[in-house]
């Protein structure tokens, strides 16, 4: 009896090592691609539309995959097989409707030192190649918020159309957002009206709306991937932005689907000069004593520049050099030392508000302080004490008189 068990203990055993065995050379030459890059996505490659597939295991193109490497679950390198072809293609996961890729090309090994190791195959792969940038062919619009909120007029230049730059008054960009809507699809769309200008061969006429596909940093670069709503040509739906955080009053375009044309702002394909434009008008219900009107420095907001007259503030600063932002501020209602103010940012699409308490000016100085801002125009809300921070410090910021 003791012979029979410690014969099946040695079996089990053995069975129990093959199940080990297995299960290591599924995780070392085995690979699931994950779902969110699984599916069909478009591409323009050497000049040629490609569509590019992927399933839990495949790679059109590419055959089987046989060993994968996640980073941060947004990094996937991946080792794919097919006839002696050995390729190593790295995914970037930039949104769920963008990817990016760069791979080697074939490397073929002899039969002893099949499949090869990761490293021999993903040795050659040069992190610097152009990336090719992958839509997907069934798209889901997100939020254009991130990529691109405000309105704008501007001037642009098209290097492979005209020289020079088109500059027309009634050249604009719209993006805005409408809170609390129940249509999400009005927040995942904006419009570029182009306008001809007299004389320049290659300007147009025309409105293109497109969806938002998503946008991610690179560095100090802000790419943002778009869908023309109107077009069925693949080819020329698909569309690429950059934005740079030092450079934000242009916007580069590509003119083809490729993100890889943009490396910056200056030699885009397509060169947009946006100006920000106030998007409302607010009509003013009070005023503010006349010993406020004047030029005025904002010590609290990087020595921002202030102009203030009966009912209207305007502050100017500056984040950067040759960068500035501009503020206005208008008098709605007040009560005593508080001031209600519907608050426009000259490159936004929407107003709130928010409620100012002054001390009285005495000599070139006025102190004050902001409440939180709140989308509801009612001063008992938004002037409530209990929306000033600080409340029990009663700390003020300053405005020194511009002289």
Known sequence: MESFWKKLIFCWTIIQGGIIIAGLIELSFGCDIPTKIRGAWYSRENNIDTVTRFDASTMSGRGRCIYKKEEYLVNYTFLFEQDNCYHCVRIMVRT?????????????????????????????????????????????????????????????????????????????IQSCQTPGTQFLITNQKFNITYRACEGMTGTFDGSVEYSCLGAWFVGKNLFFAVANTKESRRDE????????????????????????????TESAPERLRITPVKAEVVTPGCKFPESYSGEWVNTANLDADVIINSTHIVETWYPDEGRWRKTTYVCRETRGSRYLMARLTVDGCQKDFICFDFVPKHQNIIRFRKSLAMIKDDFSTVCSWVQFPNRNEWKYDLLLGNV
């Open 237 to 264: 739906k698909y569309r690429c932005f950059l934005r740079n955080r030092d450079d934000d009053l242009f916007i580069a375009a590509s003119i083809t689907a490729e993100c890889n044309t943009l490396k910056g």
């Open 96 to 172: 769920i409707n963008i990817l990016e890729k760069i791979e080697t090309g074939c490397i073929n090994f002899p039969n002893q030192i099949r499949p090869p190791k990761m490293e021999q195959v993903c040795g050659s792969l040069n992190p610097s190649q152009n990336l090719i940038t992958f839509f997907a062919e069934t798209f889901s619009p997100v939020n254009c918020r991130p990529s691109l909120e405000g309105v704008w007029h501007f001037a642009y230049q098209n290097r492979f159309r005209f020289t020079g730059e088109c500059n027309h008054p009634d050249a604009y």
